[in-house]
């Protein structure tokens, strides 16, 4: 079943089939899904059908790499698993100017064609394989 971030006060995230799961100032700490798998991270990273995220960002090992957002090299070095969560599922709950979209988020989201509103960009289990990958970076 897939879970969306809504748009709610800071200390309370609802995920689908749970109560109220709880919120770090920046990090989400219950996983949207059982386990995250590295190897399919990757591929949510630099793939069209993931989240792309190489058009903006470059790491370590990726040949084609965008420079709109920082580089990811060491990343998670710099940030646990609760933070790379929130910046991956709703990076406007950390810094609320940021280009980068919310990739789980479905609600709030006011220039989303038709056919994908209501619909998070990436599944809770794109968002924790990528959490996965990113995790690796150090």
């Not at 069209?48 to 903006?56: A, F, N, Q, S, Y």
């Not at 040949?63 to 990076?91: H, K, T």
């Amino acid at each position: 079943m897939a879970s969306s971030l809504k748009a709610t006060p800071w200390l309370a995230l609802l995920v689908a089939g749970c109560a109220a799961a709880p919120v770090a100032p920046d990090g989400i700490d219950v996983p949207f899904a059982a386990t995250g798998d590295a190897a399919r991270g990757r591929e949510v990273f630099v793939t069209r059908e993931g989240g792309h995220c190489v058009l903006c960002h470059a790491v370590p090992g990726v040949e084609v790499a965008g420079n709109v957002g920082p580089r990811l090299a060491g990343v998670g070095a710099r940030f646990s698993r609760a933070q790379i969560r929130m910046r991956v599922a709703d990076i406007t709950r950390v810094s609320p100017d940021a280009a980068m979209p919310a990739f789980h988020r479905s609600e709030g989201l006011t220039r989303v064609a038709p056919e994908y509103r209501g619909k998070p960009a990436l599944s809770g289990q794109q968002v924790e394989d990528l959490v996965a990958w990113l995790s690796t970076l150090k």
